[in-house]
């Protein structure tokens, strides 16, 4: 991201304006991560993680973590709030916490490289693509494809706007910008969508969203 936007994520969390986080595990995560089955002991990369509670969730079940975040308050909140006590060392770029199966890289996430992440066998990424400008996206997916290997498959959840006069069977769709997005480098499924009727933040009226769980495959270079 610019360093503009990397100083408005800095000043939400200085501000404790953090109503994007979610108090409790996710519902989706939870439902249909069974289903995605990596097997325990896997190795699981959750960009932009912010303090969430879904790291605690697959550690427990027998995963290891590796988070990315911005954000130092957000990472030291994350451990406060859970009762852990962390190490810390410098790595190249970036800051390591851990705790048991949980560690997280506190820098920004365009800075990784490879080497920093280490193994990874999945992506949990809960909205991270979505929360991003959409000037964005492209180059965090790019990003994506050279810090995970090929054979890294992602757990996606999104939130979606629904189109102005698209009717619900027109959600149960793969988003077109998403496809555009990943289906160079992807198979891309489509395996849950919820429609919600929420209040606009702007101009108070009700627009329908569309919460979506996709499920990404690499695909392997061309020769």
Not at 142 to 167: K, M
Not at 197 to 212: I, L, M, N
Request: aromatic share 10%; charged share 25%.
């Amino acid at each position: 991201m610019t360093d503009r936007d990397n100083q408005l994520w800095l000043r939400l969390w200085r501000e404790r304006r953090t109503d994007f986080h979610q108090r409790g595990v996710n519902r989706l995560l939870s439902r249909f991560w069974p289903a995605f089955a990596p097997a325990t002991g896997s190795r699981v990369f959750v960009p932009l993680c912010g303090k969430s509670l879904d790291m605690l969730w697959l550690a427990e079940r027998g995963h290891d973590v590796i988070g990315v975040e911005l954000s130092p308050l957000a990472v030291a909140a994350f451990f406060r709030e859970n009762h852990l006590q962390p190490s810390k060392h410098r790595q190249g770029r970036f800051t390591l916490w851990r705790h048991g199966r949980i560690a997280i890289l506190c820098g920004d996430y365009f800075a990784l490289a490879a080497a920093d992440l280490g193994p990874v066998d999945s992506v949990y990424d809960r909205a991270a693509l979505t929360a991003l400008p959409p000037t964005v996206r492209a180059r965090y997916v790019a990003q994506l494809r050279r810090i995970v290997p090929d054979s890294a498959g992602v757990f996606l959840l999104t939130l979606e706007d629904a189109e102005e006069g698209a009717s619900l069977q027109q959600a149960q769709s793969v988003d077109g910008e998403l496809a555009a997005l990943y289906r160079a480098d992807f198979e891309i499924a489509l395996t849950h969508v919820h429609s919600l009727f929420e209040t606009d933040p702007q101009s108070g009226a009700p627009c329908r969203v569309e919460y979506k769980l996709y499920q990404l495959s690499g695909k392997a270079p061309a020769d």
